[in-house]
């Protein structure tokens, strides 16, 4: 059932001064912050926080609260062995097929042997509602907003001479929801508070804690599969615990057997606290799984004695030492005061700067909130979700999306958010040894295009156009090494390497000639593109796709580096160097001038469906840059102008995230700034999250923060980029705290479009090269050093 079912019965229906200066945070106080002056009306108009592993998405109505919660581990299913031992044996014919331009057939042999299981769901935890038995209609004064630079919600309103005021928010330091109500009057605070879930669950009471207990099916189908009961197996299955307690109040607290209840009070701090029995991707949750019991028992525990004032001030500090990083101001109007329902709805595009600075601090708080130490990564949906069938079960999608989720991270000055998806590499390569050697006979480890909670990486089921993706291992070690080249820390690259080799001795083995001496992926799929092949036919199987020798020349450049800068073993490294030399390189088409998607000059049977993935080395990687390889970079740019990517799907998801990157890349400002004026206008719900075909995709939202990033500052191809792409609609602003690869922090300030000062500070010693516009100024710099240029340099 859609949450917003569950809830509609309870609805009623200039310039800078001195550019010079360091930032105040006065100037740009309404880039941190977004209101509304309604309540939501249904879940995409709710406003999402996050600790990390518990998201909950606040509805802020008069009458009754609504916080729906989720917990980043609370999943279907559990630990299954998908492996088909032996299924190798069909490659050759396949491989064969390929080559004598038998696609089709090798299509209907892919699909008949070579995929496998679809992947489980992210599910909903619990709904805690609070019924406050208040008229909707008598309220005035109504404010809903977040506050970017606290991560804290706060909702106020007037009802009878009474100034009520909520305040919620995730701690990570407390691993808890937080929840403080007020009330200016004595007395004037009454509530009756529920737990629910869409799973089974039952509620009881005890020590004036309400408790929820439930357990998540065994399996649920994909939402593309149509509409599925969920199906439960007695003794399999996670379970789950919640509490929700109150932890100060001057009110009477009272608890029965499904409620809990406060009367004649003026303020109450209500907490609420939950776990699950997941106990690591391999371990069943049911038979082996932790105590969620005792996990919730601790966490409450770990909350008595604690004011309100403590909690939040710990939460405060805790996450302002990420978010604090980043300091971005482009500019202010008059719809800076707009509430942002209104701002997303008139929004024009030669208005409100300062929503796209807005725009990337919200991402930055998206990642903060769904990525931190110990958790589960950022999903498709970050960590939020409200339906039992959410949208691509809500999984790791790795031809792409979880990809750029991670996009502005280190960019963003948040490496340590990092760290989620890096765990999930390592995690994934258990069962990616297996897959490589049953699905192709090879060494080392790799993943196709779908990770879930359970780490399986054999193709799933419905068709080989997407399922048989070679690469989606590969391109997750391109993570690895941005990490590195942002921290440069030896001592985490030490750790990941056996990861980046074997992932390395994968194609070492895997990859086949192509008949001109080249080695090629086959069987291979051009990011679920079909092409017309010879015959005239729409298919899509090929060996080859550029996009996939893209990912594997990035890995293998990688992996060779790292042995260098590690000191390893030089003779392991020769079979990878013998690889590396022989792969099928970029192609530009003598007929059109584009760069080739595939290895063969084919046509794209649907070109302007927003899915140019050969983009991949402008955007992902540093094979195609501006000034390194101009030539690949105007075919790539040709193959963008014609394909239009950012005309297709409303820019909402991955496409749009391309496309304003490719743009970014290739120093264009204005159109870096077309594509995110069409984000703004089409693809956004009234609270910001991005949306796509219906549903909440969070890669839309980070991969148009990365965009903002990128169009003030660079840093691959081995040089700092200054103002790259800045579009003219920002023709004063500054931005403090990105990164840069190299270990580098910089500062950039502009006016009337022309950078008046920049200040790199950097961690190590070594040489850096500064572009600004046209020119480079190298310089050689200590470690903890800073530094500062202005336009006077590069004159």
């Given at each position: ?12 229906c ?38 990390g ?22 999943w ?11 299924t190798?044996?069909?490659?050759e ?19 008949s ?16 509602l ?39 928010f ?51 189908e ?6 599925h ?17 109150i ?42 799984g932790?105590?969620?019991?005792k ?6 525990k ?31 109007s ?23 600075a ?23 949906q970050?960590?939020?979700?409200n ?27 948040l ?5 989620p998806l ?47 993706y070679?690469v ?105 160097a013998?690889v590396?030399?022989?792969l ?101 719900y ?5 949306q796509f ?30 103002l790259?792409?800045l ?6 602003g ?5 990164k ?38 190298q ?16 004159l």
């Amino acid at each position: 059932m859609l949450r917003s079912l569950l809830f509609l019965p309870f609805l009623c229906c200039s310039l800078l001064k001195n550019i010079a200066k360091p930032p105040n945070q006065s100037h740009h106080k309404n880039t941190l912050n977004y209101y509304f002056n309604t309540p939501a009306s249904n879940w995409n108009e709710a406003i999402p926080i996050g600790n990390g592993r518990m998201g909950s998405m606040i509805f802020g109505t008069v009458n009754q609260e609504l916080i729906q919660t989720n917990d980043d581990t609370f999943w279907s299913g559990e630990p299954r062995n998908l492996q088909k031992p032996g299924t190798y044996q069909y490659l050759e014919e396949i491989r064969k097929q390929i080559k004598h331009g038998n696609t089709s057939e090798a299509q209907k042999l892919i699909n008949s042997h070579m995929l496998g299981a679809w992947n489980q769901s992210y599910m909903p935890l619990a709904d805690i509602l609070l019924r406050m038995n208040q008229d909707e209609t008598q309220a005035t004064a109504y404010k809903r907003s977040l506050d970017l630079s606290t991560g804290i919600v706060t909702i106020a309103y007037k009802q009878k001479e009474v100034n009520y005021k909520r305040e919620i928010f995730a701690s990570f330091p407390q691993q808890a929801i937080i929840i403080r109500l007020t009330a200016d009057k004595k007395k004037a605070l009454n509530l009756i508070a529920s737990l629910q879930s869409l799973v089974k669950y039952q509620t009881h009471s005890a020590n004036q804690q309400l408790i929820i207990n439930g357990q998540a099916p065994i399996h649920i189908e994909p939402n593309y599969q149509g509409i599925h009961p969920p199906i439960y197996q007695d003794g399999h299955g996670m379970r789950f615990e919640g509490r929700l307690f109150i932890t100060e109040t001057d009110g009477q607290i009272l608890a029965d057997s499904n409620q809990l209840k406060l009367q004649n009070a003026s303020f109450a701090t209500l907490v609420f606290v939950d776990a699950t029995s997941y106990n690591g991707f391999d371990k069943d949750p049911f038979s082996a799984g932790k105590d969620e019991k005792k996990q919730c028992e601790a966490y409450s525990k770990g909350l008595l004695g604690k004011s309100y004032q403590a909690i939040r001030q710990a939460h405060i500090k805790d996450y302002q030492a990420l978010f604090g990083r980043v300091n971005l101001h482009l500019g202010t109007s008059t719809e800076d005061n707009f509430p942002l329902d209104q701002r997303i709805k008139n929004y024009n595009k030669d208005k409100d700067p300062a929503l796209t600075a807005l725009y990337f601090q919200f991402g930055r708080y998206l990642l903060i909130s769904s990525s931190r130490k110990g958790s589960q990564p950022a999903n498709l949906q970050g960590i939020w979700s409200n339906l039992l069938q959410p949208a691509w079960s809500a999984n790791w999608t790795i031809n792409c999306n979880a990809q750029i989720n991670y996009w502005p991270v280190e960019l963003a000055n948040l490496s340590e958010c990092h760290l989620p998806l890096l765990n999930l590499i390592r995690e994934t390569t258990v069962d990616g040894q297996k897959t490589a050697k049953n699905l192709y006979n090879s060494r080392g480890w790799m993943a196709h295009h779908n990770i879930d909670l359970w780490r399986t990486t054999w193709p799933v089921g419905g068709n080989g156009l997407w399922a048989i993706y070679q690469v989606g291992g590969a391109w997750l070690c391109q993570h690895i090494w941005e990490h590195y080249l942002f921290t440069q820390d030896k001592q985490f690259l030490a750790e990941y390497f056996p990861i980046l080799y074997e992932a390395s001795l994968f194609y070492v083995d895997n990859l086949q000639e192509d008949g001109q001496g080249y080695l090629v992926t086959n069987p291979s799929e051009s990011f679920e593109n079909h092409y017309f092949n010879a015959k005239k036919e729409k298919v899509w199987a090929c060996e080859g796709a550029v996009q996939d020798m893209q990912i594997i020349r990035s890995l293998l450049k990688n992996t060779l580096q790292a042995f260098d800068i590690l000191g390893k073993d030089q003779t392991q490294k020769q079979e990878i160097a013998r690889v590396l030399a022989r792969l099928a390189p970029m192609k530009i088409s003598p007929r059109t001038g584009q760069l080739q998607e595939w290895n063969d000059d084919w046509d794209a049977a649907e070109p302007f469906n927003g899915q140019v993935p050969h983009g991949w080395g402008l955007v992902a990687s540093d094979l195609i840059t501006l000034h390194q390889t101009p030539d690949l970079a105007k075919a790539i740019r040709q193959t963008i102008t014609y394909r239009k990517p950012a005309y297709a799907m409303n820019t909402g998801s991955w496409s749009g995230a391309f496309a304003a990157n490719f743009w970014a890349r290739l120093a264009e400002g204005d159109s870096v700034q077309m594509v995110l004026d069409r984000h703004f206008s089409k693809a956004l719900y009234t609270n910001l999250t991005c949306q796509f075909t219906g549903f909440w995709q969070i890669d839309g939202n980070l991969g148009m923060t990365a965009a903002i990033g990128e169009m003030l500052m660079q840093s691959q191809g081995g040089e700092i980029a200054l103002l790259p792409a800045l579009p003219s609609k920002y023709p004063t602003g500054y931005v403090t705290g990105l990164k840069a690869r190299g270990g580098y922090t910089v500062d950039v300030f502009w006016e009337n479009t022309k950078l008046t000062k920049v200040v790199i500070k950097s961690r190590l010693a070594g040489k850096v090269s500064i572009r600004y516009k046209d020119k480079v100024k190298q310089l050689t710099v200590k470690p903890l050093s800073s530094f500062t240029l202005t336009d006077a340099d590069f004159l």
